[in-house]
């Protein structure tokens, strides 16, 4: 294919894969599914061997929401510093690319280290402007470089997960006020 057939299939893709998640988080379902349908569109969208929807923890750390393929299984839970992405984003708010993944300490740093992983990209998920947590993709074949916009690319799931996760919450309160009503 050439180049410009092969972007074309490459934004026609991107945007199947949106209007999919898009479409859970319009239908309502739980916020759970909508992680779950992220991590595995990202997989398969970015070519990586894994990812991962985390959550920011007010006790500094972050635990895993949904994971496709990454070898964290739902519900890890280690310090923000074990994961040199997780901090990064949560130091600058900005989706982060590491090209070479290093640093990190603790057991979630040793389980990454112990998974291979050698780049990752994550992306800030934002709730009525707070920063909730991140979305991570991680690569472990370090002769396949990710996408020269693989940023940009997981930071419109992110925005669709933080959409999920505010009508959730929506939905939360408007029950919760019935039920005082």
């Excluded at 595995?40 to 496709?68: C, K, P, W």
Aim: glycine fraction near 12%; hydrophobic fraction near 50%; charge should be neutral.
């Amino acid at each position: 294919m050439d180049g410009g057939l092969a972007d074309l299939a490459q934004v026609v893709e991107q945007q199947a894969a949106l209007r999919r998640v898009a479409t859970l988080v319009a239908r309502g379902v739980p916020p759970t599914a909508v992680f779950d349908a992220v991590a595995t569109e990202l997989v398969r969208l970015l070519g990586a061997d894994g990812a991962v929807v985390d959550r920011y923890e007010a006790d500094g750390t972050i635990t895993v929401l949904a994971s496709s393929g990454s070898g964290l299984p739902v519900g890890t839970r280690g310090p923000l510093e074990g994961s040199p992405v997780a901090a990064q984003v949560w130091r600058t708010g900005r989706s982060v690319r590491l090209d070479r993944y290093v640093g990190g300490s603790g057991p979630l740093a040793a389980r990454i280290r112990e998974l291979g992983i050698r780049a990752a990209v994550g992306a800030p998920i934002v709730v009525e402007g707070r920063l909730w947590g991140l979305t991570v993709a991680a690569f472990t074949k370090q002769e396949e470089p990710m996408a020269a916009d693989a940023e940009v690319r997981i930071a419109e799931f992110t925005d669709l997960v933080g959409t999920a996760i505010a009508n959730a919450q929506a939905r939360a309160d408007l029950i919760a006020s019935r039920t005082r009503v």
